[in-house]
């Protein structure tokens, strides 16, 4: 089945770690997302790639880092300078371009607790 | 820049009543736009989407329709079941880029 798998469900680390998030996709889209959702709110995007070897911030970058050396992979570091880490994370992708054909593809997410 | 702003939740409702989500939204140009459905501990899934004015999209029983003249782009269901409770995300996309704008959430919660 083709999807996006996010691992592990639930994470739990201690303040000053770092924490690497693993996302994968086998739809063979050029593009992926990371999002964080905080509990009753929506999602804020993190960073996003359109292609492999290039990534741009979102809205909320600083404290994550990413890289994209395969097509189908697009980890995501929390790093300790990030100030509140613990939240739900939600990863995406699409094929890139215009057309009616898009659409977001969502993971199941990561919960993150950083204590 | 560009904004969705959704009615603020939670929506309780008995099964079987009918669902009003209301979300409006500002872009420039001709967006498209989605609802999209997150149930409890999942990911967001597409519930339906719209790629112009007047375009009706719909799916499981839900549907919104695409109002240029509005900026809206209104989720409804004739008959909610208990299994409908979720949150619910509008969010729109610009022809620009590949990015979607989401709005706030509203939580569904449906009583038998």
């Known amino acids: 089945d083709g999807g996006i798998t996010q691992s592990p469900k639930y994470l739990f680390r201690k303040e000053g770690q770092n924490v690497t998030l693993s996302c994968e996709q086998n739809l063979n889209h050029d593009a992926m997302y990371w999002y964080r959702q905080d509990p009753g709110q929506g999602l804020r995007l993190i960073y996003y790639?359109?292609?492999?070897?290039?990534?741009q911030k979102g809205d909320i970058a600083e404290g994550y880092s990413v890289s994209r050396e395969k097509k189908e992979s697009f980890p995501l570091t929390v790093t300790s300078a990030q100030k509140n880490p613990t939240a739900f994370y939600l990863c995406?992708?699409?094929?890139?371009?215009?057309?009616?054909?898009?659409?977001?593809?969502f993971g199941p997410g990561t919960r993150l607790t950083v204590t | 820049g560009d904004s969705v702003t959704q009615m603020e939740g939670p929506v309780t409702l008995s099964e079987e009543a009918f669902l009003t989500i209301n979300c409006t939204y500002t872009a420039t140009g001709y967006p498209s736009l989605f609802w999209y459905v997150q149930y409890p501990g999942e990911g967001l899934q597409l519930l339906l989407k719209?790629?112009?004015?007047?375009d009706k999209g719909s799916n499981k029983g839900f549907e919104a329709t695409y109002r240029k003249e509005t900026t809206s782009f209104h989720l409804e269901k004739g008959s909610v079941q208990v299994s409908d409770s979720a949150v619910y995300f509008c969010a729109l996309r610009t022809n620009a880029g590949n990015m979607l704008t989401f709005g706030g959430g509203t939580r569904l919660m449906v009583k038998p």
């Open positions: 995406a992708s699409s094929v890139a371009g215009t057309g009616n054909s898009y659409e977001q593809y």
């Open positions: 790639s359109q292609i492999v070897n290039d990534f």
């Open positions: 719209a790629t112009k004015a007047d």
